[in-house]
């Protein structure tokens, strides 16, 4: 169970380290981890006297500061408005593809995800676009897409979005425009890179020397405990319980 | 002038056949006009969710009565996936016109400006417009040289959505859901679902108006108390989460999807 609760804190920390800098993030609907991640970045930017972070949850009530409807998002990640966001996928690829449509032949696919959601447009516009998918398998991470929901590089238009980073259960991969690929950044303990090597049906360029994924130090781990999770129960109480209750 | 009918009589608005557009699941959706539509066994309807739809788009396609699904995506959120939303796409008895969300608003804000087409940044690259083939990329006429998508306007024959309340002369709160008035401009007709009905005018100071959709959109109005049940109306009631997971188990084979419905509908008519 502590395991658990170190595996999503060690998750939750990297996406914060990810996320510096940036003034203002949106998180989809129903993404704990994703938003935890941003509260943290946010207090400890406050702490450390460092600039606000604005934060967009999808879906909430109490995180969204948008007053002209559902557009509003999308027309400001246009305006340049939004550094950073979130995508997963049902699969996603070497070349940074992302699906979330299906597997196998549409439209009669053989497994059937939700949709695209804002994905094809989001990808193009927001700079810092991260990757975030827990399971690591051959079956998420293939050599090509099903369904290409969005792309990650189109030489044949400008545009100032695309993937930054690609973060798993067991690793951080950098993304590379200029190669158009991944590159395997760090290990989260317990695992190796022969383990990632396995687990990863894609080809990606792997260093001489793995680092292993800091865990949160004792002051990251105190915000997280504490403030973080009070943050979270308003929108995700069943996720902010787990944690308190592992602790 | 908007008419003050009976949920039934708001319901038979809705023929076989039409173009109908929902919202979203957290902007108020018209749950009790749904089970009416399905008991009345409108068919044949091409569904428009703005951008996305969860319970209300699985009731929808499970009962038969989509031919056509025009979506972003179809989800019960926590609760997971559609379940008659995928059994209906592995058995191919849906028209699917997968969609990104701002192209969906895209389409109905070119309905609402009365032109045939909208621009929109992004989506180049996507297999949506292999899909899509009414989605063209074409040369920009103006400005800066390059690639650009444009959607064709979407005009629902319906709009239907539920909010908290109407006043007498049909004006709707529909606070800061913008969407909602999007929806409605693009539509030929709106029927709206209210929770009550207010004395009071909803046009009467810039503060209130502010929020409100005016009867000029709104066709037909028809109170349904806790008519978004079981997802949630915005600063009314939360969702019934239990309720929508027993719903996401159930509708897991078509015997238990049938059982779900039957007793949503009795549901619907004791509260009636």
Excluded at chain 1, 204 to 212: D, F, I, M, Q, T
Aim: hydrophobic share 45%; net charge negative.
């Amino acid at each position: 169970m502590s395991s658990e609760r170190e595996r999503r804190e060690i998750l939750i920390a990297t996406i914060a380290d990810l996320l510096d800098g940036i003034r203002h993030v949106a998180v989809g609907a129903s993404s704990p981890i994703p938003a935890a991640g941003a509260m943290l970045l946010r207090a400890r930017n406050e702490r450390d006297g460092k600039p606000p972070v604005r934060i967009s949850i999808l879906g909430s009530q109490a995180h969204n500061f948008f007053t002209n409807g559902g557009i509003e998002l999308f027309d400001c990640a246009a305006q340049g408005r939004v550094d950073a966001f979130f995508l997963g996928g049902g699969q996603i690829d070497g070349e940074g593809n992302i699906n979330l449509v299906g597997t196998g032949d549409y439209p009669r696919t053989d497994v059937r995800w939700p949709g695209s959601f804002g994905s094809a447009y989001l990808y193009h516009l927001i700079p810092r676009v991260i990757l975030f998918r827990e399971e690591h398998s051959p079956r998420v991470f293939v050599p090509k897409v099903d369904f290409v929901s969005a792309r990650a590089i189109t030489p044949e238009v400008p545009r100032r979005g695309g993937p930054y980073a690609l973060l798993t259960n067991m690793a951080l991969f950098d993304f590379d425009r200029e190669a158009g690929g991944f590159a395997l950044r760090s290990v989260h303990p317990p695992f190796t890179p022969a383990d990632i090597r396995d687990n990863t049906g894609f080809s990606y360029a792997e260093p001489e020397v793995v680092r292993e994924t800091p865990r949160p130090d004792p002051a990251t781990l105190a915000l997280l405990r504490g403030r973080i999770l009070d943050d979270l129960a308003e929108t995700y109480p069943a996720f902010a319980r787990t944690m308190k209750q592992a602790a | 002038m908007t008419e003050i009918v009976a949920l039934e009589a708001l319901a038979a608005r809705v023929a076989s056949g039409l173009t109908l557009a929902v919202p979203v699941d957290r902007s108020g959706v018209a749950m009790a006009a749904t089970a009416a539509l399905i008991d009345a066994g409108v068919d044949n309807l091409h569904l428009v969710c703005v951008p996305i739809s969860g319970m209300q788009a699985d009731l929808l396609i499970g009962a038969g009565a989509i031919a056509t699904l025009e979506t972003s995506a179809i989800s019960l959120g926590e609760a997971g996936g559609a379940p008659r939303f995928g059994a209906a796409v592995r058995a191919g008895s849906l028209t699917l016109r997968d969609a990104t969300c701002p192209a969906i608003h895209a389409g109905l804000m070119a309905a609402q400006h009365g032109v045939p087409f909208m621009p929109i940044a992004g989506i180049i690259g996507s297999d949506l417009l292999e899909v899509r083939p009414d989605w063209k990329v074409i040369d920009s006429p103006v400005g800066e040289a390059r690639k650009v998508v444009v959607v064709p306007a979407i005009t629902p024959d319906v709009a239907l959505f539920h909010a908290p309340e109407a006043d007498r002369a049909g004006n709707v709160r529909i606070g800061r859901l913008r969407e909602l008035a999007t929806m409605a401009y693009a539509a030929k007709r709106t029927l709206v679902t209210v929770e009550r009905i207010v004395d009071r005018n909803l046009l009467e100071t810039e503060d209130s108006a502010a929020g409100v959709l005016p009867s000029l959109y709104v066709d037909s109005i028809a109170v349904a108390a806790r008519g978004a049940w079981p997802l949630a109306l915005w600063d009314e009631y939360p969702a019934d989460e239990a309720e929508i997971a027993r719903y996401a188990a159930m509708a897991r084979s078509e015997e238990g999807f049938r059982a779900y419905l039957s007793t949503f509908l009795a549901h619907r008519k004791q509260v009636a």
